[in-house]
């Protein structure tokens, strides 16, 4: 039995018996109207009643709520990966509750018990018009967050603002700059989990908001045009982000990349969202790196500028410190392929030996970003040669590094070996373990007793 249904059968057991009401609103009524073969995760209900004993009969009855908003008197109880919310009833009626909410199609509630659609402020028609309409024109000013989550709304459903709703939204976007950094980081990454086609970036700056939330975006739309691209800075972040939703969504097809590396999760979101920032952020150090001589561009050092401003930014948005350096050593590492590419493969087997062993598993997400930047690159380019050489060059670097990861699990000696030959330990072993894996790598030594060989020879020259 579906989660939901079986939560509202324990409902109309204590709503039977009191002159209480309890209303399902929000979120779920709204999936349902846009699509009824929807499963929401989520239910959010409002209860006109005496909120704690409520709780007790539910505690009492299987469930675990725990109070999350003692101040709004508002329950939580998980329910394998489903969530259910209660909150007390604020205003005099649902009505007066409702209408305190952001949009209008998050403003219909379900009468529990009555199976009774409430439906005040036209939230129904909204819908079935595709519209995003603020509830009241006070809505955004009140709670600019509430921006993000329209913005959601209009990705993840192909909706758009009524005129009236878009001009708050641009009148207001500045007061994001006072809503708190965990607000903004969840919001943000709830757009790009929901953005299938790449328009995230591109929509929040639309609608004048991603200036209020990213730095130097405005100074990115006039820099950027030099021997290597065509395009502004900022166009070229939207296509690289770009780029990468499409190899999530397999339009473009990498061999060698297992698509399944990005589901791994830090917090609450997967690395689909961590490396779709790193797609767009790649290239923010260019601003602060910009030089001009002549008639010669050219932005030096912007992966190392780009670092510290995406650790600024992340400590501001509050990200998990494990993510925040993610994205950091990526947009620090971007360059390396390139360069690689450049160098050819057979003279660059040392460095991307190195270059391996210093990202570790890191390495195929700086890979990928690698490809997106060039990707997004050769897009605007009629020189599609060069694309299609970097796209196999980068399926050989996937390709070498899972040589080197089962080279790295499958060792032929240890340590303990190495210490017992020499005789001494130290920092000196670990620098000998690298100089064996690296000569592995480069297929110098082939077999255990091509390494027992070398140990020996290094017991010789001591």
Excluded: W
Excluded at 8 to 14: D, E, G, P, V
Excluded at 80 to 101: A, F
Excluded at 433 to 453: H, S
């Amino acid at each position: 039995m579906n989660y939901l249904k079986k939560f509202i059968m324990c409902l109309n057991n204590k709503i039977n018996t009191n002159e209480e009401s309890v209303y399902l609103v929000g979120g779920y009524v709204r999936d349902k109207l846009i699509k009824s073969s929807m499963d929401p995760k989520d239910a959010d209900f409002i209860y006109d009643g005496d909120i704690k004993g409520l709780i007790e009969y539910l505690n009492s009855s299987g469930y675990q709520f725990m109070p999350i908003k003692e101040s709004r008197e508002t329950y939580r109880c998980m329910l394998n990966g489903n969530c259910i919310d209660i909150t007390k009833m604020q205003g005099k009626t649902i009505v007066e509750d409702l209408s305190k909410r952001d949009f209008t199609a998050n403003a219909i509630c379900l009468e529990v018990g009555k199976n009774k659609i409430i439906d005040p402020f036209e939230g129904r028609k909204a819908i079935k018009n595709r519209i995003i309409k603020a509830v009241s024109s006070d809505s955004i000013k009140k709670d600019p967050i509430r921006i993000l989550r329209g913005i959601r709304l209009y990705i993840s459903y192909g909706m758009h603002f009524n005129l009236d709703t878009e001009n708050m939204i641009k009148k207001y976007a500045f007061k994001l700059k006072e809503v708190a950094g965990e607000k903004i980081f969840s919001e943000l990454m709830l757009i790009l989990e929901n953005d299938k086609d790449g328009r995230a970036f591109d929509i929040l700056n639309t609608f004048s908001v991603l200036n209020f939330l990213i730095p130097y975006v405005e100074e990115l739309k006039t820099m950027g045009k030099c021997k290597y691209h065509q395009e502004d800075v900022f166009t070229h972040a939207n296509l690289t982000y770009m780029a990468f939703k499409d190899i999530l969504s397999h339009r473009i097809n990498i061999k060698n990349l297992d698509n399944n590396i990005f589901n791994y999760k830090i917090g609450d979101f997967t690395l689909r969202e961590y490396t779709s920032i790193a797609c767009f952020l790649h290239d923010i150090g260019k601003y602060e790196a910009y030089k001009k001589e002549g008639n010669k561009v050219s932005f030096a050092g912007h992966e190392k500028n780009g670092r510290i401003i995406c650790e600024k930014l992340c400590n501001r948005l509050r990200f998990p410190k494990k993510a925040s350096k993610f994205i950091e050593d990526i947009v620090s590492a971007h360059m390396y392929p390139l360069i690689f590419f450049k160098n050819g493969f057979e003279n660059s087997k040392h460095m991307i030996y190195d270059f391996f062993y210093k990202y570790g598993e890191l390495s195929r997400y700086i890979i990928v970003v690698a490809f997106c930047d060039n990707y997004a690159t050769r897009m605007l380019s009629y020189e599609n040669s060069e694309k299609r050489r970097f796209k196999v060059f980068i399926e050989k670097m996937l390709e070498e590094y899972d040589i080197y990861s089962n080279l790295k699990n499958n060792q032929l000696v240890d340590g303990n070996y190495i210490v017992n030959v020499l005789g001494f330990r130290g920092v000196i072993i670990g620098n000998i373990m690298y100089n064996i894996d690296k000569l592995r790598y480069l297929k110098k030594l082939k077999t255990r007793q091509d390494v027992i060989d070398y140990i020996n020879k290094l017991k010789k020259l001591r």
